[in-house]
T-cell receptor
């Protein structure tokens, strides 16, 4: 069974601060995705990383896939209240059958 | 709007009952996935269908069953409901048989009393 761990579980910061959340596993994944989920809604895909060591930037968000394809990080620069939500990482096995989701990091950005 | 439609949005029922959750995937998507989300378990994969056929099975209880119809909509049937089945049930769809990008519906919140 492939398991993903995310840390921290909860994070509350002030607007303008920087933060990094982590997604770790003992398993190797063919790709890894990050989703954001807001209350009352389903998760929405932010990014997919495929290559070990890959870095992708999406405005103030920077995503990195570990060299060994077992871990990933999401860094947010100058966080805004609109960044508030549950951030989920999901790893795809090499068999491509389904994504395994981590438990999420619940981020609260206070104005 | 993801294009994935789930009904009902909210459902309250009693233990021992049976409910059916419905999902219409995004236009053109052939794969449908069902996930259960509870506070202590996170997002748990239940089952995947591709073009009407079961493709992958996760931690789905025997009391639960699903199917995908020729028009590609899917239903998740939950029977002999227990208090612990209370959760958000999400349907997601993707274009192909392998996962790629998942588009999630807004979920069906099931409360078992």
């Amino acid at each position: 069974t492939q398991l993903l761990e995310q840390s921290p579980q909860f994070l509350s910061i002030q607007e303008g601060e920087n933060l990094t959340v982590y997604c770790n596993s003992s398993s190797v994944f063919s790709s890894l995705q990050w989703y954001r989920q807001e209350p009352g809604e389903g998760p929405v895909l932010l990014v997919t990383v495929v290559t070990g060591g890959e870095v992708k930037k999406l405005k103030r968000l920077t995503f990195q896939f570990g060299d060994a394809r077992k871990d990933s990080s999401l860094h947010i620069t100058a966080a805004q209240p609109g960044d508030t939500g549950l951030y989920l990482c999901a790893g795809e096995s090499y068999y491509g059958q389904n994504f395994v989701f981590g438990p999420g990091t619940r981020l609260s950005v206070l104005p | 709007d993801s294009g994935v439609t789930q009904t009902p949005k909210h459902l309250i029922t009693a233990t021992g009952q049976r409910v059916t959750l419905r999902c219409s995937p995004r236009s053109g998507d052939l794969s449908v996935y069902w996930y259960q989300q509870s506070l202590d378990q996170g997002l748990q994969f239940l089952i995947q269908y591709y073009n009407g056929e079961e493709r992958a099975k996760g931690n789905i209880l025997e009391r639960f069953s699903a199917q995908q119809f020729p028009d590609l909509h899917s239903e998740l049937n939950l029977s002999s409901l227990e208090l612990g089945d209370s959760a958000l049930y999400f349907c997601a769809s993707s274009l192909g048989v392998n996962t790629g990008e998942l588009f999630f519906g807004e979920g069906s919140r099931l409360t078992v009393l």
